[in-house]
């Protein structure tokens, strides 16, 4: 009924930049808190960067300065441009979007993935 599609990794030199995509379709009520998640070979999911419905927005400290969260309510999108990569930069990026599609109740939806690679 929800679906999050991710776009916009690849392949990139340290110092460049990248911008993902990440767009919400389905049978949307409201959308509330939407985020960036990484995982790196052989470690845990972490937090990148976070931006809610109001209020603050989060960036973990690794990324703080170079990648900027952004989100368009209109159009359902969630957008994480990422400057000055670093190779440490490397993993899979999933986009997460807490959902409620009726007047009750939200729940945590995922994107598939994107790789992102940065080379030194």
């Known amino acids: 009924q929800v679906q999050l599609v991710e776009s916009g990794g690849g392949l990139v030199q340290a110092g460049g930049s990248l911008r993902l995509s990440c767009a919400a379709s389905g049978n949307i009520f409201r959308i509330y808190n939407m985020s960036w998640y990484r995982q790196a070979p052989g470690k845990q999911r972490e937090l990148v960067a976070a931006i809610p419905s109001g209020g603050s927005i989060y960036y973990a400290d690794s990324v703080k300065g170079r990648f900027t969260i952004s989100r368009d309510n209109a159009r359902n999108t969630v957008t994480l441009q990422m400057n000055s990569l670093k190779p440490e930069d490397t993993a899979v990026y999933y986009c997460?979007?807490?959902?409620?599609?009726?007047?009750?109740?939200?729940?945590?939806?995922w994107g598939q993935g994107t790789q992102v690679t940065v080379s030194s």
């Open positions: 997460k979007a807490r959902i409620s599609i009726n007047y009750s109740g939200a729940s945590d939806y």
